[in-house]
């Protein structure tokens, strides 16, 4: 089951998507925020999604996972 | 049998492939970027045409059987060549919404030239506020790229009105004469074609250049025969002294001074005169067809080649969210010769990239900001914070001072990619020397005798815009470029109030008072700071010399690149350089 994945720590600052969302490769789903810049987090395979395990505002460090796509 | 090839022929023919294609799910998302780009287009497409309708109609002058600036531009250059600069320029808001000339870069017969010339429909091309300074940035120019300089003069003289505005001072309307004089000494031609009447000031704009080719109309002269009254001794004027200025005038049946009949035909300055305002242009495109220039394969390394990525694509790349990052390589491989680069020590200093391309088959250096985040980097922090790109660190200092030394060696003109937010700072930072290295970047530029030209892509931020051979480099930056995105300020209006209320908002806080007051001036100044920075105030103040379009950018750096090589005043041969053999290792 793919996981989308944080690359670097931050806060949350968007989700962009719900649990049943169907979402093609390339789609942004999560924007993080940190070091004063937006790193927006992209699907790399299209999916539904299952899970997501932050909400807006958690801090996240480098590789949590952030949403499960199945 | 003979057999011929371009030379260096192992490092240049096929370099290293750079970027990618965009895949289907990137172009949809980025359709809403698009959009912002293309507002931003149209906000500077609506300001350009304004300064082009500036004065009166163009229609006027054609039910006249003249043509205007822009109609002799048309005629003049090489169709598809034209790269108009400093279009917005007009940095104390001058009424007539412009400076009154118009000037760019472009090929005339083929050959490179620096272009301008007065808008006629303004004034009859009067010496107006801000017009000295434009002149000056073309005359220099044309200097640092060593190309003829063509003058289309038409010029009334000073604005009287305004006088004080131009006439005096270090750079006024009289310092462009000297620039004039300066290149002739240096053996750069000024073309001169000279319509109309050009009295006082227009004279010696007429007389000052190289070659001066007449309209049957023109005139230049000391000084112009609209000066009927002369000193009025009572220091006022009264009924009686308008009379007589009244009687002056009605009664002044005298020609101008300086026709063609005097300076053709008795003291033959003109070299040529012409009945028709298109046998001008015919005489400078005669003169530029003798102009110095080399035949492009004597620089050239390899064949020339369009980019293998659209550069329509950049719209697409290029975040509008100035918060967001990008692959700054898929950039650079919409800009180059089949999407070609030889990277210079990609492994160290990786908040820049350094290396060499090839534009039009010339040899070109490259220098750019990286974005994203570097984890890990740079060593100096001992991981307390990672890397961010746009900001410079030390080895990516110093890797740009070793690469701009070893360019002035090999000869290589460079391009700057300016995306940055400055230089790291803290007490970390100190230690690790940026401030010297940074002013280190800064003696490395001055140092070459390179000719150079810079986009700010996005961010022209902190001392990082001047160390990136921003348009401050007066002996080198040939040109500066904005694009649609392009925002420059000493720090982000945030970061600005911040540092400026910080300690009042503290003792407000202290005191027990309202802070609604300082928010409200904090907000203002942020408000101020994006208002002063977006693309078409950074045109209007002159803090770049045009913005392009992103798709236009490519255009510009053929420009640049051509112009560099049709006559440079120092070779290195290709079989000597340096760069090429330091890369492979």
């Not at chain 2, 293309?38 to 043509?67: T, Y």
Request: aromatic share 8%; net charge negative; with cysteine.
């Amino acid at each position: 089951m793919p996981e989308l994945i944080a690359p670097i720590a931050g806060n949350v600052w968007k989700i962009l998507v719900a649990v049943g969302d169907k979402v093609e490769l390339d789609d942004e789903l999560v924007i993080l925020e940190a070091l004063k810049m937006e790193t927006p987090i992209y699907c790399d395979d299209a999916g539904t999604v299952t899970e997501i395990k932050v909400k807006e505002g958690d801090a996240v460090n480098e590789d949590d996972v952030l949403i499960v796509i199945d | 049998m003979s057999r011929k090839q371009t030379p260096l022929r192992p490092y240049f023919e096929k370099m290293p492939e750079i970027g990618k294609q965009l895949r289907e799910g990137e172009v949809r998302r980025s359709q809403a970027n698009v959009e912002l780009v293309r507002e931003q287009e149209e906000i500077i497409a609506q300001e350009i045409l304004r300064v082009k309708n500036a004065g009166i109609p163009a229609e006027k002058v054609h039910s006249r059987g003249g043509m205007t600036i822009y109609d002799r531009l048309e005629y003049l250059v090489d169709e598809g060549t034209w790269s108009p600069l400093h279009s917005l320029y007009n940095p104390t808001d001058n009424e007539e919404g412009c400076t009154g000339v118009v000037n760019g870069i472009g090929k005339i017969e083929g050959k490179w030239a620096v272009i301008i010339g007065f808008d006629n429909k303004v004034m009859a091309g009067a010496w107006i506020a801000g017009q000295s300074e434009n002149i000056l940035m073309v005359t220099d120019m044309a200097k640092r790229l060593n190309v003829p300089l063509v003058w289309l003069t038409n010029c009334s003289g000073v604005k009287l009105m305004e006088q004080e505005t131009v006439y005096a001072g270090r750079r006024s309307s009289g310092a462009p004469f000297y620039r004039h004089a300066d290149l002739n000494h240096l053996g750069i031609p000024i073309l001169n074609g000279i319509y109309g009447t050009n009295p006082a000031g227009g004279g010696y704009q007429g007389i000052s250049p190289t070659i001066l080719l007449a309209h049957d109309g023109a005139n230049i002269a000391v000084g112009g025969a609209g000066i009927v009254g002369g000193m009025n001794p009572k220091g006022y004027i009264d009924e009686e002294a308008a009379q007589a200025l009244i009687e002056g005038t009605k009664n002044f049946k005298g020609k101008v001074p300086g026709r063609v009949e005097t300076h053709f035909d008795q003291t033959a300055y003109f070299r040529e005169a012409h009945d028709t305002e298109q046998g001008v242009l015919d005489g400078i495109k005669d003169y530029m067809r003798m102009m110095p220039a080399y035949d492009p394969t004597v620089f050239r390394v390899a064949e020339p080649a369009e980019p293998k990525f659209s550069l329509e694509d950049l719209n697409l790349i290029l975040p509008a969210n100035q918060k967001r990052p990008y692959d700054a390589i898929q950039i650079l491989a919409r800009l180059t010769d089949n999407s070609e680069f030889m990277e210079y020590r990609p492994d160290y200093g990786r908040e820049v990239f350094t290396g060499i391309a090839k534009i039009d088959g010339f040899p070109v250096a490259f220098i750019g900001n990286q974005q994203g985040v570097f984890p890990g980097y740079p060593d100096y922090a001992n991981g307390e914070y990672p890397g961010v790109g746009g900001k410079h660190y030390r080895e990516g200092l110093i890797k740009q001072g070793e690469f701009v030394t070893l360019c002035g060696r090999d000869n290589l003109p460079i391009i700057w990619l300016q995306d940055t937010t400055g230089i790291d700072v803290g007490d970390l930072a100190e230690e690790a020397e940026l401030l010297a290295l940074g002013q280190s970047l800064v003696y490395s530029i001055e140092q070459t005798e390179l000719s150079m030209m810079c986009v700010v892509l996005r961010k022209g931020t902190a001392a990082a815009h001047y160390i990136m051979c921003g348009p401050q480099a007066n002996n080198n930056n040939a040109f500066t470029l904005g694009t649609p995105l392009t925002e420059i300020y000493v720090m982000h209006g945030e970061t600005a109030a911040a540092a400026s209320y910080a300690r009042r908002l503290v003792k407000e806080e202290a005191a027990g008072n309202d802070l609604a007051p300082t928010l409200e001036k904090m907000n203002q100044m942020i408000q101020d700071y994006q208002d002063k920075s977006r693309p078409a105030y950074c045109a209007k103040t002159g803090f770049v010399d045009e913005i392009v379009s992103l798709p236009e950018l490519r255009k510009y750096i053929q420009a640049f690149t051509g112009a560099n090589y049709q006559n440079p005043k120092s070779i290195t041969p290709v079989h000597q350089m340096l760069l090429p053999r330091i890369i492979k290792g």
